[in-house]
């Protein structure tokens, strides 16, 4: 998370390189720093400071405040906070609105004339439903944190709405729903549906592989799942590159996963009708490790995986640093948890072949193309074998070091080529 703070400060004579020592110990770096003034105190200046952690420049506030009359701080602001003080989104209309003429022509007359079309014709592509993509998550009731979670969830949906719209051209529309019973969150979506080209379910609590069978069987829209289908999707690609690069075959390969999520149960189904050895998993949750066995996984040990796996994947860092530094030689590592510890450092010497890092944010290269090229191409859902397929296909686009290309350049219209070429209904 990178951080813009801007602050307003006294500093004494002879104290501006303390200052500075103490806010590089913080790994924070000065972007900008323009003395305003002097006076009896001391020098007033106002910098400009990017930080990657939140806690660690409020560190260096609290450091700074507390070190007597060497520093005074006259103002401290966080740019992004402004900006983001209402959401991340804003809604406008395509038409202009700037006079009496506009509001006649371009928005009643327009309205009136798309009424008009719908009395005659099949009138959605004169609505926004063509480019509308519910964005939704379900949180149970009875968590006692609901209200946060809501609200956080609402937030990632928010992030991937703006996501879409710059590289999809799509209008994401956030939706969270409160239920009982997963199943509720289907029925509201079944009641909602035709309000939207396709949608995109960031997380369902207490979700699992039927509770997305149900959903995909009783929609008739486009739906797509960020922890049922990108992140398998992603990590998929991954595999298929390592395989590829190392000449290596899905038969002599056991694939480890630590971390059971929905994610990953439905990465070891897939892997294991790929026909991969073996694909252990290890979670600290009984009903995870059951879950992963009931697709095809053999759930054992964290220290069991490290020693034994080909491939092991990251999810969650529910294991210790000892069991880690345990891994075996000529392993290649996956990471995909957002924490970056342990990490390679934590192995060096162990001769581990590869060791890819990614996360959460490395989807937005994906997932725009792949939700427009299902719209444009009918498909419902992606099922097991679309899954392979688009993998397949996708790896095309990943390099030899494991990188997509740049996310501002052609890689969305690039994947979205790939999916929208698949004209067969799911």
Not at 394 to 404: A, H, K, Y
Not at 412 to 421: D, F, L, N, P
């Amino acid at each position: 998370m990178r951080l813009i703070n801007e602050i307003t400060v006294i500093i004494r004579k002879k104290s501006f390189p303390s200052f500075i020592d103490e806010l590089y110990k913080r790994e924070c770096d000065l972007l900008d720093l323009q003395h305003i003034e002097e006076s009896g105190d001391g020098y007033l200046y106002t910098l400009r400071i990017a930080c990657d952690n939140l806690k660690r420049f409020e560190e260096f506030v609290t450091i700074i405040s507390s070190a007597g009359d060497k520093y005074k701080f006259i103002s401290v602001k966080n740019i992004v906070e402004d900006r983001i003080v209402g959401g991340l989104l804003s809604v406008s209309g395509k038409m202009p609105l700037e006079n009496i003429t506009d509001f006649n022509t371009s928005v009643l007359g327009a309205a009136d004339l798309m009424l008009e079309k719908i009395k005659g014709e099949d009138g959605r592509r004169f609505t926004s439903i063509a480019r509308n993509v519910g964005l939704v998550a379900g949180i149970r009731s009875m968590d006692e944190g609901a209200r946060v979670h809501l609200l956080r969830e609402f937030v990632c949906a928010e992030r991937d709405a703006v996501v879409l719209n710059r590289f999809a051209g799509l209008n994401g529309s956030p939706l969270a729903v409160r239920f009982e019973h997963p199943e509720d969150v289907i029925q509201v979506l079944k009641k909602i549906e035709q309000n939207y080209a396709a949608v995109r379910v960031t997380r369902i609590s207490e979700s699992s592989i039927m509770l997305y069978d149900m959903l995909f069987s009783d929609l008739t829209v486009p739906t797509v799942s960020l922890e049922h289908d990108d992140i398998p999707l992603f990590l998929l690609i991954l595999i298929i590159k390592v395989m590829m690069k190392y000449r290596i075959k899905a038969e002599e390969t056991t694939v480890g996963l630590i971390g059971i999520d929905l994610s990953s149960v439905r990465l070891a189904r897939v892997l294991d009708k790929i026909g991969f050895r073996r694909i252990l998993g290890f979670d600290h949750g009984e009903t995870s490790m059951l879950a992963l066995e009931n697709q095809g996984g053999l759930a054992t040990t964290a220290e069991n995986i490290f020693g034994n796996a080909d491939i092991t994947i990251l999810l969650k860092n529910n294991f210790d640093v000892e069991e880690f530094r345990k891994i075996r030689p000529g392993q290649f590592v996956i990471s995909f948890m957002e924490s970056e510890e342990p990490g390679l450092e934590e192995i060096s010497g162990k001769g581990v072949r590869e060791f890819i890092r990614k996360g959460v944010a490395d989807l937005a290269v994906l997932f725009p193309g792949v939700l427009r090229g299902m719209i444009d191409a009918d498909i419902r859902y992606i099922n097991d074998a679309k899954l392979v397929d688009f993998a397949k296909k996708l790896v095309v686009l990943l390099s030899d070091s494991f990188e997509f290309p740049h996310l501002f350049g052609d890689v969305h219209e690039k994947v979205y080529r790939i999916v929208s070429q698949d004209k067969s209904k799911s």
